[in-house]
């Protein structure tokens, strides 16, 4: 039996205005405005909006939600490998952790220009194509546009529809109707409730809207998709409660003049938060990188001081990276010190675990350090790779091409474990690679690997010595 379909913002008679200021950060509401938010403390986050409250106001989610049912246990849930669906997109189905799950609804957020629409079209081709029903919501582009880019992708088969609709009340009334597999939003920003003040966009459009596709995902089981703009500092724009609504979250890093893309997972209630997806953005669209190790080391140069490469664990998958590290006599009475792609503040720490320990006289140097291809790594299995790289160019000695360093290092200069270290090493073995240093306390974890040195070091200044 179809669920019953109600309009979304229906004419309030009975409702009440009132003035309220909401925190665009976390979503906070006050009746006043504040200059700090007592939920998140950041400054100058609240705007003021008009709101209806009443008996009649209430949401189609409040409306709609059915009565408490029937507990059940665990051993009367059953699961099947059909509450899945693939994308048939390896890259993206290691983020989603196995494939789409019916009933999901998760947000994609990055840049303008990064290609957050070019994935999802595509996602939606390979779909169309297994004969799922999908519905490409469209709030920023008309068909005509929508159609430039897709003669770009490939073809598409009837099982596509595409709707250029901004109205809530328009888009819910079409998915109850249709009942599609899978719905793509882009982007949620856009849609607007007519019966609430505000400008799309608003902490209170943005939370009535993904309100709205959450009871539409759950309670048709349909798996929706919502494109989020972000904000300068690279969050979704919007309250962070919506982040805390759906059910993954999706963003698409790297620097939009370049041809690689990073889907990371910084959330995920049906697999691991930890897993990326490597994209190389080409004339007809986004393509897979099966060996993101290989593609991240491609121009590495030959016979260079201060460059080494390092392995770094992205969920399950290791990833070899090279950092590289420029260390220069400073024409002023600072030194300048800059970092891209990891963290400063553990950089400075290292340089002055060189210079305790080793008496290094690093105090009078420039220092930039740096991890080629754009990817960003905070992992501090790392730090040995900052480490020499930063003596190979301190002392301009160059590191042998064929060496991989990993370990993390400690304010004493001691060199400590990290995990994950076979499944390191034997990444480092499969490209090539003749010599891996790594901490002395994980040798004994480091077993049947031929073909590749394996050096264990307990100090900063054992690893020094290799150079």
């Known amino acids: 039996m179809a669920a019953p379909f109600y309009v979304v913002g229906e004419v309030m008679a009975k409702g009440k205005t009132s003035?309220?200021?909401?925190?665009?950060?976390?979503?906070?509401?006050?009746?006043?405005?504040?200059?700090?938010?007592?939920?998140?403390?950041?400054?100058?986050?609240?705007?003021?909006?008009?709101?209806?409250?009443?008996?009649?106001?209430?949401?189609s989610m409040q409306r709609n939600s059915s009565?408490?049912?029937?507990?059940?246990?665990?051993?009367?849930?059953?699961?099947?490998?059909?509450?899945?669906?693939?994308?048939?997109?390896?890259?993206?189905?290691?983020?989603?952790?196995?494939g789409l799950v019916r009933g999901s609804l998760t947000l994609v957020g990055g840049d303008p220009g990064i290609g957050k629409s070019t994935l999802l079209l595509q996602v939606c081709r390979m779909l169309a194509q297994d004969k799922r029903e999908v519905l490409y919501v469209s709030g920023e582009e008309s068909l005509k546009q929508i159609k430039i880019r897709a003669n770009r992708i490939g073809e598409f088969n009837e099982h596509l529809k595409l709707l250029c609709e901004t109205s809530l009340g328009t888009i819910e009334e079409t998915i109850r109707r249709s009942k599609p597999d899978v719905v793509v939003i882009d982007s949620i920003q856009t849609m607007y409730n007519e019966n609430i003040s505000s400008a799309p966009g608003s902490v209170s459009q943005v939370r009535e809207a993904t309100g709205v596709f959450l009871q539409l995902a759950k309670g048709l089981n349909i798996s929706v998709f919502i494109v989020g703009h972000v904000t300068k500092e690279g969050t979704v724009a919007g309250p962070r409660v919506l982040e805390h609504m759906v059910?993954?979250?999706?963003?698409?890093?790297?620097?939009?003049?370049?041809s690689y893309r990073i889907l990371r997972g910084v959330k995920n209630r049906f697999g691991s938060t930890n897993e990326i997806g490597v994209f190389e953005m080409a004339s007809d669209g986004l393509r897979e990188v099966e060996n993101p190790s290989e593609f991240m080391l491609s121009g590495k140069p030959e016979q260079a001081s201060g460059s080494i490469v390092v392995c770094s664990m992205e969920g399950t998958r290791p990833m070899l990276v090279e950092i590289q590290a420029l260390v220069c006599h400073s024409s002023f009475g600072i030194p300048r010190r800059q970092t891209t792609g990891t963290d400063f503040n553990r950089v400075n720490l290292l340089i002055a675990v060189l210079e305790k320990r080793l008496g290094l006289q690093m105090g009078g140097c420039d220092a930039y350090v740096n991890i080629a291809g754009g990817i960003r790594i905070q992992e501090p299995a790392i730090d040995l790779g900052i480490v020499m790289a930063l003596v190979s160019s301190f002392k301009n000695k160059i590191i042998d091409e064929k060496m991989i360093a990993l370990g993390e290092v400690g304010l004493s200069g001691e060199v400590r474990g990290v995990g994950m270290i076979q499944a390191r090493v034997q990444e480092a073995r499969k490209l090539g690679f003749t010599t891996c240093v790594i901490p002395k306390v994980t040798m004994d974890a480091v077993k049947d690997i031929s073909g590749i040195k394996v050096i264990g070091v307990s100090s900063v200044a054992d690893a020094i010595d290799l150079l």
Not at 49 to 59: D, H, N, P, R, Y
Not at 67 to 74: D, E, F, S, V, Y
Request: proline share 4%; charged share 25%.
């Open 19 to 59: 003035t309220v200021f909401f925190c665009q950060e976390c979503g906070y509401e006050s009746s006043k405005w504040m200059g700090q938010c007592p939920g998140c403390h950041q400054w100058n986050t609240f705007v003021e909006e008009t709101v209806v409250s009443g008996t009649q106001g209430k949401s």
């Open 67 to 98: 009565p408490a049912g029937k507990p059940l246990t665990l051993t009367e849930i059953s699961l099947d490998e059909e509450d899945r669906l693939t994308t048939h997109s390896t890259e993206l189905d290691r983020v989603l952790g196995g």
């Open 247 to 258: 059910d993954a979250v999706l963003y698409f890093e790297g620097d939009r003049h370049a």
